[in-house]
């Protein structure tokens, strides 16, 4: 067991943290405040090889692995979590599935734009009648002749209005129910296809969510993804890697809700003392930097799983799940050290208390994590 990071992984947490302190922090209450997507940030990205971590290079991608993938999800997510979810949604949702059930051609076609940034990527599984049960989808694909037909609407896309191709999952065979489910790549400006409502949310504000509008909308065959009626246990697939990256989003937002509210509590003064000198608020500080720790523990250990080829539905699960709980309690515990404040917008704690709720929402719930690893634990 080796707990260290290798000097490449330092070094890339530490140009990834100069890059977000130089290009991203003077940014992100403005992008906030209007919902800005940072397009010509996440294009930067790309050049920086930060779209495509996890991706060979022959792909176009930096050729490195979950690792270093959390640590990019970390680092940009300390600063902005908009940011982390964009890069997160493009790479492990949208890019990772064409990489996992892709033809060579498809592969060829997407995974170098999109490891580039040339192409932004939207994945979409969810629908307005479909969320924890995704195996409910009633979005259709019918053959006809050389191409399927798409009908409906999925919702909640991360990068929705600003992708330049969508992954999304439909009914091919609706007596089969997640065995009838298979996934079709479809190009932004396909007729018949178009984003719709923009979310006006609690926050990630700077990050997209859309719908996704599908009528009459006429793709060519070879735009099935993976074999047809394996779209729901692929996507299954697809999620054991996007839930490392959510780990990762809320790692990065502890860690920055952390770090604000320590250095808040050195500087503040009441009763003729830093309130850092308080042993209530040592104890928080001391509970948030331990539970941060074993987070990122849980994390790295999914990613070493995956980068070593193994299976990690539970492991991708548990650190999820207890990621994603920490940083909503560190957020909490940021603002309180704040204060008032912790309340008000010239400190990052309100940011990061807004951000991280989506941590235990998105990519499955925690309770949708619990019901996956107790499936996990009671298999046996
Ligand atoms: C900002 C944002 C970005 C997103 N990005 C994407 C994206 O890019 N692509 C995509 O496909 N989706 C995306 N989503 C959707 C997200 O994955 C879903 O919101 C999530 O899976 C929950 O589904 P739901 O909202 O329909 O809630 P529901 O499934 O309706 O759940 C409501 C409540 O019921 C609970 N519940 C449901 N079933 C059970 C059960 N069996 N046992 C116990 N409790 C249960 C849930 O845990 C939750 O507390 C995004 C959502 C948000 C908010």
């Known amino acids: 067991m080796n707990f260290e990071y290798t000097d490449e992984q330092h070094q890339l947490r530490k140009s990834v943290r100069e890059f977000t302190e130089r290009e991203i922090l003077p940014h992100v209450m403005e992008w906030d ?13 790309g050049r920086l090889g930060l779209l495509g971590t996890i991706f060979p290079p022959e792909l176009g991608g930096a050729g490195m692995g979950y690792i270093e993938y959390v640590i990019a999800i970390e680092e940009l997510s300390r600063i902005d979590g908009s940011v982390g979810i964009i890069v997160a949604a493009h790479t492990s949702l949208c890019s990772n599935h064409i990489f996992l059930a892709g033809t060579e051609e498809q592969k060829k076609k997407y995974i170098p734009k999109l490891a580039t940034g040339e192409f932004i990527g939207a994945w979409g599984l969810t629908e307005p009648g479909s969320g924890s049960d995704a195996g409910s989808a009633r979005m259709t694909a019918v053959r006809k002749g050389d191409n399927w037909v798409l009908n409906g609407t999925k919702t909640f896309c991360t990068n929705g209005h600003y992708a330049d191709v969508a992954v999304v999952i439909a009914v091919t ?7 009838g489910l298979s996934a079709f790549l479809v190009d932004k400006d396909t007729k018949g296809f178009r984003p719709g409502k923009k979310e006006n ?17 006429v793709i060519p065959a070879e735009n099935l993804l993976g074999k047809e009626g ?9 999620l054991d890697g996007g839930r490392i990256s959510i780990a990762a989003l809320s790692l990065g937002m502890a860690q920055g809700a952390y770090e604000s509210a320590l250095k808040y509590s050195k500087q503040r003064k009441q009763f003729g003392k830093a309130i850092s000198e308080f042993q209530a608020i040592q104890w928080k500080l001391a509970d948030m930097a331990t539970e941060i720790d074993a987070a990122r523990l849980l994390t790295m250990r999914a990613a070493s799983l995956k980068d070593n080829g193994k299976k990690s539905t539970q492991e991708s699960s548990m650190a999820k799940l207890y990621a994603s709980e920490v940083a909503v309690r560190c957020a909490n515990e940021g603002v309180q050290i704040h204060g008032g404040y912790g309340f008000i917008k010239d400190y990052p704690a309100e940011k990061f208390y807004r951000d991280v709720k989506l941590c235990t929402i998105g990519e499955g719930t925690s309770e949708i994590q619990r019901l996956v690893i107790a499936r996990q634990l009671l298999k046996d």
Request: proline share 2%; hydrophobic share 40%; net charge negative.
């Open 173 to 179: 065979d609706k007596t089969a129910h997640t065995h």
């Open 33 to 45: 405040e209007v919902s800005r997507f940072p397009l010509e940030t996440i294009k930067e990205l």
């Open 201 to 217: 949310k609690l926050g990630l504000r700077a990050s997209d969510t859309a719908e996704l509008i599908f009528e009459d909308c």
């Open 230 to 238: 394996d779209g729901f246990i692929d996507a299954m697939r697809v």
